[in-house]
């Protein structure tokens, strides 16, 4: 079974923080994804990664950066966390190429509260 | 601009009848479209799909219809069961982007 793991389940932090939330997969799949969750607006791509070292932005990438410095792990980066930034983080992986349409696996996700 | 609508937030349905998720598309580029499910305090699992050139999929109790001309796509569960109570998300591919719908709380009722 895939195993996509989140390094918190639950953070809190204020705003103006630097805030970072890993991502580890353990499947060598070649694309990583970061979803953001929100109540009335289902699941919005912020960035994601088709290879090591490569990012693309989705559609909410403001506010956000990425890091992939390895196959397995992909860490999402709030340079100055802000409230409208608190949410329900959701990192997800895939393998094949990056056109064709493989089915996500998802982490638990890490609840964020910006304070 | 949501291309990938759910316009019901909820569905209660009875314990052994049929549930009935929707889901609206508009951009005619999407080839491939998902169906995930997801329990509180975990991350969505995926559940069925069907390519743009089918019209039905089916894998035990879930059924995936899909009307292209309509640009709309149901998933049916029959029958359901309690532990079917989650939240539904459809999504739909381009070019391997996954773009999804705002969800749908299921519950079914003992």
């Known amino acids: 079974d895939v195993k996509v793991t989140q390094s918190s389940r639950y953070l809190v932090k204020r705003t103006g923080e630097k805030v970072f939330l890993e991502c580890v997969q353990d499947?060598?799949?070649?694309?990583m994804f970061w979803y953001r969750q929100d109540p009335g607006l289902g699941l919005r791509l912020i960035y994601f990664?088709?290879?090591?070292?490569?990012?693309e932005k989705g559609d909410i990438p403001e506010g956000y950066s990425v890091s992939r410095e390895k196959k397995e792990r992909f860490s999402l980066i709030l340079e100055s966390a802000s409230t409208n930034q608190t949410s329900m983080y959701l990192c997800?992986?895939?393998?094949?190429?990056?056109?064709?349409?493989?089915?996500?696996?998802f982490g638990s996700g890490t609840q964020l509260s910006v304070l | 601009d949501q291309q990938v609508k759910q316009n019901s937030p909820s569905l209660s349905v009875q314990e052994g009848r049929i549930s009935i998720l929707n889901c609206d598309y508009t951009n005619s580029m999407f080839d491939y479209f998902l169906w995930y499910k997801k329990y509180p305090a975990e991350g969505p699992t995926f559940l069925i799909s069907?390519?743009?050139?089918?019209d039905k999929n089916e894998d035990g109790r879930f059924t995936v219809f899909l009307n292209k001309s309509a640009k709309h796509l149901s998933l049916h569960i029959v029958p359901s069961q309690p532990g079917d109570s989650a939240v539904y998300f459809c999504?739909?591919?381009?070019?391997?982007?996954?773009?999804f719908g705002q969800g749908t709380i299921l519950t079914v009722h003992p």
């Open positions: 997800a992986t895939r393998t094949g190429g990056w056109v064709t349409p493989e089915k996500l696996f």
């Open positions: 999504a739909a591919s381009s070019y391997g982007k996954l773009t």
């Open positions: 499947m060598d799949h070649e694309n």
């Open positions: 069907i390519s743009s050139i089918k």
């Open positions: 990664s088709y290879d090591v070292k490569m990012k």
